[in-house]
């Protein structure tokens, strides 16, 4: 229906309304010149006159008069779909004063709230990572971002408590497979938040070499502290969506802090990696 009646364009300009005027004035006329062609008619010049051609001509005078309805009705159309321009628009320019209001009182939010602990390359990406919609008037924390952090805490836990293990400690080939899942894990997230990696302990090029891993300063506890920040940080930056209260399983999170990575690890064959 829009585009029969398109916003933009004035009301007898549109296809709709000139062709219906068009071929109903074409009806009335044939309808006319049928009546006038095979019917003996004259015309008096007086009232009686007059009113016989108002009564001969009837179904003509009918179809012409049906106009008015018709076009009244194609005109309260035409209102509605450029009212419903103009609030679509109006909204618009709403949505975009607000989503840059937003991202004003976001920016003004990460600096008063977050310890600096990770270095996010652009804060302007984060929070279209964090508020995808915004642009659309929704400011809420996109869900999925939610369930792919806590997702990410459950199985860091995982693993670590795995690696913690005595019985997979013995066996180094799966404990370099897990510290590798975990690094994953961390680095997954590094690009989703676009972090700067060279300020973390672990860079992603740690992932290729379990030697390469193990040279990092500090060992292999460096992993799970990177992380366990990024959580932390993504925790506190996220609280500036008044609906969210934080991640549910934090309590794992704590853990991970206190437990660290506990295996005695030697190098190994880098195929393992």
């Known amino acids: 229906m829009s585009n029969w009646f398109d916003p933009n364009k004035s009301f007898f300009k549109l296809p709709v309304v000139y062709l219906t005027i068009i071929i109903t004035i074409i009806v009335a006329v044939v309808v006319s010149f049928f ?8 015309f008096k010049i007086n009232y009686v006159g007059f009113n016989n051609v108002l009564e001969y001509f009837r179904v003509p005078i009918s ?48 600096k008063e709230h977050t310890t600096k602990d990770v270095k996010f390359k652009s804060h302007n990406r984060l929070h279209s990572v964090l508020f995808p919609l915004a ?22 836990y995982h693993l670590l408590q795995m690696l913690n293990n005595e019985e997979i400690r013995i066996n180094k080939e799966n404990s370099v497979a897990k510290i590798k899942n975990i690094l994953l894990i961390l680095n997954d997230l590094n690009e989703l938040f676009d972090v700067d990696v060279a300020t973390t302990n672990v860079h992603k090029g740690s992932i290729g070499s379990s030697i390469a891993i193990e040279k990092r300063v500090g060992g292999l506890n460096y992993i799970h502290s990177d992380f366990c920040r990024l959580i932390n940080e993504l925790n506190a930056i996220m609280k500036f969506d008044s609906g969210f209260i934080g991640f549910f399983n934090m309590n794992k999170l704590t853990k991970i802090q ?13 195929n393992y990696m």
């Open 63 to 110: 179809i012409l008069a049906m106009l008015i309805p018709i076009v009244a009705v194609f005109a309260a159309n035409h209102r509605s779909e450029q009212t419903r321009e103009q609030i679509k628009i109006s909204s618009e320019q709403n949505n975009f004063v607000n989503y840059y209001k937003h991202l004003e009182e976001f920016l003004k939010y990460f």
């Open 258 to 270: 206190k437990c660290g990575i506990s295996v005695n690890y030697t190098p190994v064959n880098e």
């Open 135 to 156: 642009k659309k008037g929704k400011y809420h924390i996109e869900g999925s971002i939610i369930i792919r952090i806590t997702s990410a805490i459950d199985d860091v």
């Open 35 to 42: 009546i006038y062609k095979y019917s003996n008619l004259y």
